[in-house]
């Protein structure tokens, strides 16, 4: 089955630009003209990564975005001429896993869908796979080759979290939500806590993952690859 790829841009030469570098590279590509369209691609067909322009007329990017981050599991790139730090924090807030900015190499952004495909790939429901680590969510454990690691709930849960979308920043206050509940009344120094807590745990043990500071937006986890 051919990995489809929805391109949303008000531009028709950026439309048909990333149209012949995808397709070239064997991938399936719907265009839309804005978010209105796009919106309707995905009630229509399986979509598998969207590239996302954020200045669209109707519904924006941003918008957009976090419509697909609200009903599907897929990786998104926000593509814009916005290159302000106050425009990439509001992509992250929608649920973007990544960012460029216009103009662009389009084989910079062939790198970035190949790289976020791989990395969706790499995770399914119940276990996640990071070279010699496994985050099993079933029976709850972490185990690095032969050593079962049992973590306290909510470090497990937080974990599991930011391996579940690797390279995907969340903001303290996302993962307060996720992990702790919209009605918890705990503050976004609790994440710091323990993201110290984990990183002090894992640090000694393996390299195969980093939980990175986001300066002024949270936390990524990034994944070591072999």
């Known amino acids: 089955m051919k990995v489809t790829i929805l391109v949303a841009d008000d531009d028709p030469h950026i439309r048909e630009l990333l149209r012949f570098y ?3 590279e064997g991938y399936q590509v719907l265009a839309a003209a804005d978010g209105e369209e796009a919106s309707l691609f995905f009630e229509q067909q399986q979509i598998h990564l969207a590239v996302v322009d954020i200045m669209m ?3 924006n990017g941003w918008e957009l975005c976090k419509e697909i981050r609200n009903a599907y599991d897929i990786p998104v790139i926000l593509l814009t001429a916005k290159g302000e730090v106050r425009d990439k924090e509001k992509g992250f807030l929608a649920g973007t896993d ?3 900015t216009k103009p662009f190499e389009p084989t910079e952004l062939l790198y970035r869908i190949k790289a976020l495909l791989r990395r969706y790939q790499m995770v399914s429901k119940q276990v996640i796979i990071m070279n010699q ?3 099993d969510r079933i029976s709850h454990v972490v185990k690095i080759g032969e050593e079962i690691i049992h973590l306290p709930r909510k470090e497990f849960e937080l974990l599991a979290q930011l ?3 690797p390279d995907r920043t969340f903001t303290r206050d996302q993962l307060l939500e996720l992990i702790w509940g919209e009605d918890n009344e705990s503050e976004s120094r609790t994440i710091d806590v323990h993201i ?3 990183r002090e745990k894992f640090a000694d ?3 195969d ?4 500071t986001v300066r002024g937006l949270g936390y990524k986890l990034e994944v070591k690859h072999t």
Request: glycine share 4%; hydrophobic share 40%; aromatic share 12%.
């Open 205 to 207: 043990r393996t390299d």
């Open 196 to 198: 110290k807590r984990l």
């Open 98 to 100: 990544d960012y460029l």
């Open 133 to 135: 680590t496994i985050i």
């Open 57 to 59: 007329p109707g519904k």
């Open 209 to 212: 993952f980093v939980i990175s």
């Open 22 to 24: 995808l397709e070239k």
């Open 163 to 165: 391996a579940s979308f």
